[in-house]
Each structure stands twice: as structure tokens, then as C-alpha cells.
């Protein structure tokens, strides 16, 4: 099947659910300019909620490093006063919402381009803890220099998705964003380490291979083994936050605050991002034959651990550590991420090849792209 139609299909798929639907667009809607000293949200930068707390400088040494990327947009002005091209530097999450960001300015104000004026610092030139440091803020202008509209520059950086914006100084506004791994950028994934069962025994989820027969679950709750057909994301290198999940009988389950975790529910399951798990909730962990068996969760807690792994298997589930976990994530249902994912599903099926790329698959990729633009909130990971 073609992207455009998958993409048409998911689109159906979501306008056909609960929820502000995909037909219903309104007309353009009023908004208004931030003020001097205003930030949106109304709360500190460094807030879950907002752009989160920092993670650490990074520097041209660092492996993290790589992890930034250029901005070589022609429709926004770099000052670079370094020379050094070190403002083009950023996160994949920064460029995006500053690419949104220079759509709007010009749309707004034709023949006006968006200016950064201070992108990525390596020169220490900011208070310690700032997220300049990181690749994840960014100072910002017009490139008219006016200064009369930057109340609205700081209101359409909003409206582009920063995670938050704060109308500075007189001249200029800054923009800052969550890292990747918070708003489970890539896909939703599990550690190095992390264990699955195979037919042949337990075996670390690092070294899994496409062909594989993994403990899974079916349709009815009930345990079977299912073939891996290709990884969503893989890659040994990177680190990220994890969401650590511990349930009553020792079961301990890792994977990024994104992923959705299947808990027991009167009907077979329900599913939840891992970020929201709460004390008291239900896991379905590993039990005898081929029945799970329930387990409430006693504690919860944020981690750093190295490896980023996301199998795809037919059943569209799978078990590790000894609990129960979809293998999608971002979007907050099962059955449309499993309904969306089955091109891929197919595709791998018809591939004989066992090589596995590093990095998110480009269908998955493409698939998540799309759904923010057509998912309802609701459904979205936030």
C-alpha cells in the first residue's frame, strides 16, 4: 500500500473516534501577543510541564553531540557572531518547532524572515543550568529587527509548539523545548538489558534479531509466542530517560515515558503511557501456561540507562521483563497504532532480508509526522 493512502486511512481512522475528529477544522482564530515578561506557560522553564529540568552541557567532545543537529533553513537569518555556525546547532525538536516557527513569521508578515539570535552555546556566555547549553533554546527576532512585533512573535512561537516561550527582553524573546527522550521522540523503547523470552529462553532484548519468537500476547490476553518482524527504533549507542515501573511481585519493567503499557482492566486490558502509571495500578506480568497474571504497581521513578530497542511483532505486543507492553507508543490506543502499523507489518513480512537499520524506521517516522498534525489531543502523547 502507498504512504499517501496509509496516511488518508489513519487520517479516517481517527476522525472516526472520540475526540475532536480530522473533518472538523475550524476558521482562524483570533490571538493574542504575549507581554513584556510573560511566559506561556505560566510556570518555570524547567518544569515537567513545561521544558523540563536540564540534562548537562554538552560540548564538541561530548557523545551527545552528535545528537544535534544543523539548521540550514534559507527562510531564517543566524547572527552566528562566533563564526563558528555553533546558533544552527540544536535538537531535532528545537529545529522542528523553529521550521514551523519561520512558516508563521512569513506568513504573518510577508518579506519578514525569523532571526536567531543565539542558538546552541559553547562559549559559556549563559547562566549555569541554561538550556542553551543543550541545544534546546534559542533566542529569537525578526529580521527587521522591529521591535513592536515581538509580542506576537513570542505568541506564534507558542502556537508552533515550543514548550516554552518567554518574552525576555525588549529585544528579543526566547524559546526553549523538552529534550527528545521526554516526549518520546523516535519511538517508545526499551533498554539494553532488558529481558524477552524466547522458545529457546530468556535471551536480552539487545541482541534480539528479526525472525525471532518472542513472548507476546494475543487478541484474548492469553501468552503466545510471535516473530519479530523489524524494530520500530534500534540503537546501542544512545542514552535516554526511562520510565522504571515496579510491581508488587518484583517485577520491574523499563521503557520511555511514551510507551504504552497494557494493564488489566475487567475487559482483557487497558493501555497507558508509561509516564502516567500511578501507584495502584494494575500490570499484566509473566505467569504459568499461557495466563498473565495481575500485579499492582508499588513504585515508579525516572532513570538514565543506555540502548534505545523497539521490536515490532505480529501480535503488535510484547512481554519484557515479565510484563505486558504494546510495542507502540505516542499514541494513546492500541488498536489505531496497531491498525496504522499494519503496512509495516506487511512490508517486513515480505522482506528477507534480516539487516535492521539504526535509528526509527521511516515508516514510523512518516506515521508519527503525520499524526500530529491529524490526531486529536486526546490521543497524542504530550
Not at 269 to 274: G, I, P, T
Not at 335 to 344: K, R, S, T
Request: proline share 5%; aromatic share 8%.
Amino acid at each position: 500500500m502507498r504512504l499517501p493512502l496509509v496516511l488518508l486511512w489513519l487520517g479516517a481512522a481517527t476522525a472516526c473516534g472520540p475526540g475532536r475528529g480530522f473533518t472538523r477544522r475550524h476558521g482562524p482564530r483570533r490571538i493574542t501577543p504575549l507581554v513584556f515578561n510573560q511566559h506561556d506557560p505560566n510556570i518555570s522553564e524547567n518544569s515537567k510541564s513545561a521544558s523540563g529540568p536540564p540534562e548537562g552541557r554538552i560540548t564538541r567532545e561530548d557523545e551527545k553531540f552528535r545528537d544535534l543537529v544543523p539548521n540550514y533553513n534559507p527562510d531564517i537569518d543566524f547572527k552566528d557572531d562566533e563564526g563558528t555556525g555553533a546558533d544552527r546547532l540544536m535538537t531535532q525538536r528545537c529545529k522542528e518547532k523553529l521550521n514551523t516557527l519561520a512558516i508563521s513569521v512569513m506568513n504573518q508578515w510577508p518579506g519578514v524572515r525569523l532571526r536567531v539570535i543565539e542558538g546552541w552555546d559553547e562559549e559559556n556566555s549563559h547562566q549555569d543550568n541554561s538550556l542553551h547549553y543543550e541545544g534546546r533554546a534559542v533566542d529569537l527576532t525578526t529580521s527587521d529587527r522591529d521591535r513592536s512585533k515581538y509580542g506576537m512573535l513570542a505568541r506564534l512561537a507558542v502556537e508552533a509548539g515550543f514548550d516554552w516561550v518567554f518574552y525576555e527582553s525588549r529585544s528579543y524573546i526566547h524559546c526553549s523545548v523538552k529534550t527528545e527522550s521526554s516526549v518520546g521522540t523516535g519511538a517508545g523503547c526499551f533498554p539494553s538489558g532488558s529481558i524477552v523470552h524466547t522458545e529457546e529462553g530468556p535471551r536480552d532484548i539487545a541482541v534480539l534479531k528479526k525472525g525471532d519468537r518472542i513472548l507476546a500476547a494475543a487478541d484474548d490476553g492469553k501468552m503466545v509466542y510471535s516473530e519479530v518482524l523489524t524494530f520500530i527504533d534500534r540503537d546501542p549507542n544512545v542514552t535516554r530517560q526511562y520510565i522504571e515501573v515496579t510491581a508488587e511481585n518484583g517485577v520491574t519493567i523499563t521503557t520511555t515515558p511514551s510507551h504504552l503499557l497494557l494493564l488489566a482492566a475487567a475487559d482483557s486490558w487497558r493501555e497507558s503511557f508509561a509516564m502516567n502509571i500511578e501507584v495502584g495500578d494494575v500490570l499484566l506480568t509473566r505467569g504459568h501456561g499461557s495466563v498473565m497474571r495481575p500485579s499492582r504497581v508499588v513504585k515508579t521513578r525516572m532513570v538514565s540507562r543506555k540502548g534505545v530497542y523497539a521490536p515490532l511483532t505480529k501480535t503488535g505486543t510484547i512481554i519484557v521483563d515479565d510484563a505486558l507492553a504494546s510495542c507502540y507508543a505516542l499514541v494513546r490506543s492500541h488498536a489505531l497504532a496497531h491498525a496504522a502499523m499494519a503496512p509495516l507489518r506487511w512490508m517486513a513480512d515480505w522482506t528477507s532480508s534480516n539487516e535492521v537499520s539504526r535509528g526509527v524506521h521511516w515508516y514510523a517516522k512518516a506515521l508519527y509526522n503525520v499524526g500530529d498534525y491529524v490526531l486529536p489531543s486526546s490521543y497524542k502523547y504530550h
